[in-house]
């Protein structure tokens, strides 16, 4: 159990387009998902907290505006980076937090971005 | 704000033999979790344990065990009889227990020799 999918696993698009990536908990449900950023051979970075029904928090220096974020369902979590551009390429990895609340997060399989 | 640290950037070990990984942090809470996330190059995140910090007792998955030291903020991963496919990126990470809201540390490369 606690399988989290992520769509697409890879995506190039040109620089000022839009790109939308999904996030889904396939056998459970989730109040809490959580979007990350990772850079080559670097850590995991906490870019937002996407709660179901309300508003995501974002982190410090993360521009709100560009990365969107939706959490329609118990069981998916959107983010849409707008105008992208080339700096924003980087691995985007979801993770959520089973319902009832097990403080553990099980994380997607992640997702690719190229800009170019 | 909590931070983790892990100061062993890269790690090896011959293949059936023990290693063990090291963690420290930095919090002003008393309650929390504790996380050990395992990273192949496939990049999928993988729970490797888990420790609630309020239990004294040692987490323990199989070959996969911790050395929680409260006081000391150190949280240590032992990998006993390593295989092969033990190998991978392995990350520290600090869980709130309000919010859920997990800070990793910079990670650890297991290289296991055969």
Partial sequence: G???SQHPSWVICKSGTSVK?????????????FWYRQFPKQSL???AT????????????????????????????????????????SFYICSAERVPFTDTQYFGPGTRLTVL | A???TQSQPEMSVQ?????????????????????????????QMILVIRQEAYKQQNAT????????????????????????????????????????RLTFGEGTQLTVNP
């Avoid at chain 1, 999904?22 to 109040?31: I, M, V």
């Fill in chain 2, 61 to 100: 998955e199989n070959r996969f065990s911790v050395n929680f030291q409260k006081a000391a903020k150190s949280f240590s991963l032992k990998i006993s009889d390593s295989q092969l496919g033990d190998a991978a990126m392995y990350f520290c990470a600090y869980g709130e227990t309000s919010g859920s």
């Fill in chain 1, 21 to 33: 990536i999904e996030c889904r908990s396939l056998d459970f449900q989730a109040t809490t998902m």
């Fill in chain 2, 2 to 4: 909590q931070t983790v």
């Fill in chain 2, 15 to 43: 293949e059936a033999e023990t290693v063990t990984l090291s963690c420290t942090y930095d919090t002003s809470e008393s309650d929390y979790y504790l996380f050990w996330y395992k990273q192949p190059p496939s990049r």
């Fill in chain 1, 50 to 89: 996407s709660n179901e029904g309300s508003k995501a928090t974002y982190e410090q220096g993360v521009e709100k505006d560009k990365f969107l974020i939706n959490h329609a369902s118990l069981t998916l979590s959107t983010l849409t980076v707008t105008s992208a551009h080339p700096e924003d390429s």
């Fill in chain 1, 2 to 4: 606690a399988v989290v």
């Fill in chain 1, 45 to 47: 970075m906490l870019m």
